[in-house]
């Protein structure tokens, strides 16, 4: 399994299943995460991380995680989620850029809180996550917000298919009002789950060109 401790770029192949051409990264041991991030400032991209048997998360970002990009990164098949943020204290400037978070047994994306196991006192609040063209489909949970976020920006892509909901945020910008940024949803789908999308909010957001039906 791999640790990153430090900035980087981080480049492969592909993303793609075809091992000929992609590249595909599994895990050597169950039960730790297949990419472990415990930096801020790094880039990933053009890469797979396939978390087939591995009781563990397929990418795990501690340690404050702030000015992290992953692009054209898919995180599938894992036995928890294809990506978890969990580090206490808040986070700022995180993107998803074309990547899949498909296939995994608890959520596509899943930012942790007190309530989870295992995770002690620790709450991941971000402040500024921006999700483009990004599919988080066939989960037991599309994305899964259950700390404070502000700066939520959802353009494109899909959160469908999944046994429970496609998208829930429970602290939807709750921060202080200097600290608030804007929330922006666009594009996207959240069709055939459960329940579609859910938001408790401590402020405004804005909602456009989005479907969410046969939920």
Avoid at 89 to 103: H, K, P, R
Avoid at 147 to 175: C, H, K, M, Y
Wanted: glycine fraction near 12%; include cysteine; charged fraction near 20%.
């Amino acid at each position: 399994n791999i640790v990153i401790n430090k900035r980087l770029t981080l480049q492969g192949a592909g993303s793609g299943a075809d091992d000929s051409s992609n590249t595909i990264i599994t895990s050597s041991k169950s039960g730790t995460p297949v990419i472990e991030i415990k930096a801020s400032g790094l880039v990933i991209s053009d890469l797979r991380v396939d978390g087939s048997g591995t009781d563990s998360d397929g990418i795990r970002i501690s340690s404050g995680g702030s000015y992290i990009t992953l692009d054209n990164v898919a995180s599938v098949n894992n036995s928890r989620n294809g990506v978890e943020a969990r580090w206490d204290g808040t986070a700022v400037d995180i993107e998803f850029l074309s990547c899949t978070f498909s296939g995994n047994t608890l959520s596509g994306f899943k930012q942790c809180d007190p309530d989870d196991d295992d995770v002690g006192s620790s709450v991941a609040k971000i402040s500024g996550l921006t999700i483009t063209d990004t599919e988080m489909d066939g989960n037991g949970n599309g994305m899964y917000l259950s700390a404070p976020i502000t700066g939520l920006q959802i353009s494109d892509g899909s959160f469908d298919d999944n046994d429970g909901v496609g998208i829930w945020a429970q602290e939807l910008d709750r921060f202080d009002d200097a600290d608030k940024l804007p929330n922006e949803f666009s594009g996207f789908t959240a069709n055939r789950n459960n329940r579609g999308i859910i938001l408790h909010t401590y402020g405004p957001f804005s909602i456009t060109g989005v479907s969410a039906s046969n939920n």
